[in-house]
């Protein structure tokens, strides 16, 4: 195959010069193979307060790019501390519940059926801004050790196999950012940070922006860095330690490796390495998003080729961008955005599932993904193997697969019963929360920190919340049961509040 290089420049150019706007932040693209560094691309400030432009060695948070770093060190340099079949009770034994039974191997692979910290700390009213500890946060994992989901039965991303993870070789004295040092930096001659919390100090880190009311803001959050995000550097650093896997395939074999369920099918997900292909080339890569960073890399193991993409502007799409931009390297062609399935809001038969379809993306259980037509007339489908989606229309219902399980949908029929039944106060006492639904609005948190939602019923006991938290909104699935209520969001699944 001819790599057009000109072609692919040409069109992460294009890319970065969007990033240009006068007072706007910026980005970087680097192209290369396994021993070269063809370009780099760059637009935008890295520092609006400063006014200095975005190069490749600005240093930006790579957020979950981490994940196949931390990956590479697990089943590399620490694998004498532990093992993928191990469970994690073996090594953290405080992890009394359902969680301290998933293996390390799926802990990593998205198959575990852990609740991600983050939206679980949403679900209990906390914001993004507030700050946790890592102790903190390992307490409330073994106070709270329910699952989302039977390990091994479906895909859905979560942090927290990776933080619990980092936690199991930290209560063996292994460190992360020691790992990173010794069996990174210095034999590679880069610079990867590892900071705990946002709030470290890193040399050379440019701060993150999110944009609103056509103002860019600084961008923060409060929750603990762990190895699933926490990592910092350049575009350049980030690229050399790609070329580096490149060159020494048995790495990158080993993280993606195909990883299955408990039935035996191949998901797209290894290692924190992603599959993904343009047109008949398969890539392997993943994305990052912090608030107001976002990074994605994309490498093709064959021909030993790849690019990584790092900006600190929270509006960067860059899964799309990568993609566009490895199609054209290649001479490829990409699927056609959209589908066929008819736009509205739809739930579940049973259970807190809802579904709404838009123009050509979904959201599901708070979770938005754009759809495409695949090969077969009539399907839709995702191109994210942490969010593999594969739909179709039957008269008024939905039926296919989400996260690689069987998913049926029907449209909303809402009641008038199930908002005077959820009226009142809700608590959970073991971690001292408590959220006030009074008519159609919920209240979770404190004071002037509170978080405010809204309610929309979608019938046999279920609600619809929307709320915004900082620079994100939050929709998620309140079902009421006598005295119970849960709230649901793709990534948390088990939280339970009680009169």
Avoid at 134 to 141: G, Q, S
Wanted: proline share 4%; hydrophobic share 40%.
């Amino acid at each position: 195959m001819t790599l057009n290089w000109q072609q692919a420049k040409q069109v992460a150019d294009e890319i970065t010069a969007g990033w240009g706007q006068p007072g706007a932040p910026g980005g970087a693209i680097a192209l290369f193979d396994s021993e070269k560094m063809h370009s780099i691309s760059a637009g935008g400030l890295a520092d609006l307060a400063q006014g200095r432009a975005f190069d490749g060695d600005t240093v930006v948070r790579y957020a979950s790019v981490t994940k196949h770093i931390f990956a590479s060190l697990v089943t590399g340099a620490a694998s004498q501390h532990l093992g993928l079949d191990d469970q994690l009770v073996q090594h953290l034994p405080q992890l009394t519940g359902e969680n301290g039974q998933v293996t390390v191997g799926r802990a990593l692979d998205m198959t575990s059926g852990l609740p991600d910290v983050r939206e679980t700390l949403s679900l209990l009213g906390l914001s993004v801004y507030n700050a946790t500890s890592a102790a903190a946060l390992l307490a409330l994992l073994a106070e709270m050790g329910d699952l989302s989901y039977p390990p091994g039965s479906e895909v859905s991303y979560s942090n927290t196999g990776y933080r619990l993870v980092e936690e199991a070789l930290k209560a063996k004295g292994v460190l992360f950012s020691e790992l990173i040092a010794g069996q990174i930096n210095r034999p590679l001659g880069i610079q990867f940070s590892a900071p705990e919390t946002w709030f470290d100090v890193v040399p050379g880190l440019v701060p993150g922006y999110w944009q609103h009311n056509q103002q860019w803001l600084l961008a923060s959050a409060g929750l603990h860095l762990s190895a699933s995000g926490c990592i910092t550097g350049s575009v350049t650093d980030l690229s050399r330690w790609l070329q580096h896997l490149l060159r020494e395939e048995q790495t990158l074999n080993r993280l993606a490796a195909p990883r299955q369920l408990a039935d035996g099918r191949v998901t797209g997900y290894g290692l924190g390495i992603a599959h993904s292909s343009a047109g008949k080339v398969k890539l392997v890569g993943h994305g990052g998003s912090h608030a107001g960073y976002k990074s994605y890399f994309l490498l093709d193991p064959q021909q030993k080729v790849g690019l990584a993409l790092v900006a600190n502007r929270e509006d960067v799409a860059s899964f799309d961008s990568a993609l566009a931009i490895m199609a054209a390297l290649q001479g490829e062609s990409l699927p056609q955005r959209g589908h066929s399935l008819t736009p509205g809001l739809y739930v579940a038969e049973e259970g807190s599932d809802w579904l709404e379809v838009n123009a050509d993306s979904i959201n599901w259980l708070g979770n938005a993904e754009n759809l495409y037509h695949s090969d077969v007339p009539g399907e839709a489908v995702s191109l994210s193997s942490t969010f593999p989606v594969r739909l179709r229309q039957q008269g008024s219902t939905i039926s296919g697969e989400i996260g690689l399980a069987a998913r049926q949908f029907v449209p909303v029929e809402a009641d008038s019963t199930t908002l005077s039944a959820v009226q009142g106060r809700w608590h959970i006492p073991a971690v001292r929360s408590e959220l006030v639904i009074n008519g159609d609005k919920m209240v979770m948190g404190i004071g002037p920190a509170a978080i405010h939602a809204t309610l929309v019923p979608l019938g046999k006991g279920r609600l619809l919340a929307t709320a915004q938290d900082g620079l994100w909104q939050k929709r998620f699935a309140v079902q009421v049961d006598g005295d119970s209520l849960t709230l649901v969001l793709n990534r948390s699944r088990m939280v339970k509040y009680r009169r």
